[in-house]
C-alpha cells in the first residue's frame, strides 16, 4: 500500500477485552509425552508377516489391460503399512506378506479417484515384499526423561512439558487478544478502501494459497480442478477479509502515526540477524534473498509489535 489513506480513528485506548482462562490437563501431557516416545522409537528389521503400522519396503508393478501405467513401477518403494495413499485395498493386501514374497492382484479403482487415467478402471499389480520393520518404542520412565536431556525424572519432564504446553496457549491467547483489540478499532473506525487495495490484497491471497498447496508437494492447478474451483471464485468468497485486512493495516499505520511510534536501523538489523541465524548460511541467505524486501518487511513486523503493545498497555483486560 504505497498511498496514504486518510483514516478517522476509532477509540483505540481503554478498550476493553476478556482474557480466557487457560487449563493444560493429563490428556494434553499425555500426547506429547507419545509423540516424544514416538519420535526416539528405533525402527528394527523383523523377520514377520507386515502389519498395520509397519514400515515396509516393496517393488510394485501396475498394469492396465497388460500395459504399463505411467509411474507404475517402483523398486525399494518404502511405506508406513495403513497410512500412505495407494489406492483403496492395496495397502490391505500387503498385510501379511513377509519379506521374500510375492503377490499379485487385481483392484477396481473408483469412480471418482482424482487420476481421471485410471479411474473406475480395473489395475492389475505385481508386488514383492522387500523388508518388513517393527517400530520399537522406548519406555516412558525416569531413564527415558534422562535420555532428553537435564532431566532427572519421569515427573520433572511432566512438568517441563505442561510448562511449554502453556507458554504456546499464553503466546496464542495473546495474539487472540491483539486481534480482537485491532479489529475492533478497524471495524469502528471510518476509511474509504480504493478497489484496487482490494484487487492488491486478493492477489497477495491467492499467492498465499498457492505457496500453502506448493508446500503441501500438491499442484495447484490439479488443486483447483479437483476442488472444482476457480481463482476468480475464491477472490469473490474472500472480498470482505481482504477488505478487512486493509482496514487492520491501515488503522495500525494510523495509530502508529498519531503516536509518533518509529522502528530505527539499528532495531531492524538486530532482527534480521536474528531471523538469519536460522537460515543456516548467512552468506547464502545474502544470495537468496531480497534484503530490500526483508528490511521492509522487518520493520513493518515490529512497528506492529510496538503497536500492539501500547493497545495491550492502554487496554482493559480481564
Partial sequence: MTKEIPVDLAKYKGLKA???????????????????QNSRAKIITVNKPAKLGNRIEIDFEIR???VKIE????????????????????????EGMSAGQEKEFSLKIPVDWPDKTIADKQLDFKVKMNLV????????????????????????????IKDGLMQEKETREKERIRIELIEKIADESKMEIPENLIIEELEVMVSELKTSINELGLDFEKYLSETKTTI????????????????????????AKKEQ???SDEEITERINQDLKYYGSA???????DLKKLEEYTKNVLLNEKVFALLEREAEII
Fill in 133 to 160: 520393520q517393527e517400530r520399537e518404542l522406548p519406555e516412558i520412565n525416569d531413564d527415558f526423561a534422562k535420555s532428553l536431556g537435564n532431566l532427572e525424572s519421569l515427573s520433572a519432564l511432566k512438568n517441563s
Fill in 261 to 263: 511510534i518509529d522502528v
Fill in 71 to 94: 509411474n507404475g513401477i517402483s523398486k525399494n518403494h518404502p511405506l508406513i503399512l495403513g497410512k500412505s495413499h495407494f489406492v483403496p485395498g492395496f495397502e490391505k493386501e500387503l
Fill in 18 to 36: 476478556k482474557r480466557n482462562e487457560l487449563k493444560i490437563d493429563e490428556k494434553e501431557i499425555g500426547k506429547a509425552l507419545d509423540y516424544l
Fill in 232 to 255: 476468480d471464485e475464491f477472490k469473490k468468497r474472500w472480498r470482505q477479509q481482504a477488505e478487512k485486512r486493509i482496514r487492520v493495516d491501515l488503522c495500525l499505520r494510523a495509530i
Fill in 283 to 289: 552468506e547464502q541467505a545474502k544470495k537468496d534473498i
Fill in 64 to 66: 492396465l489391460a497388460g
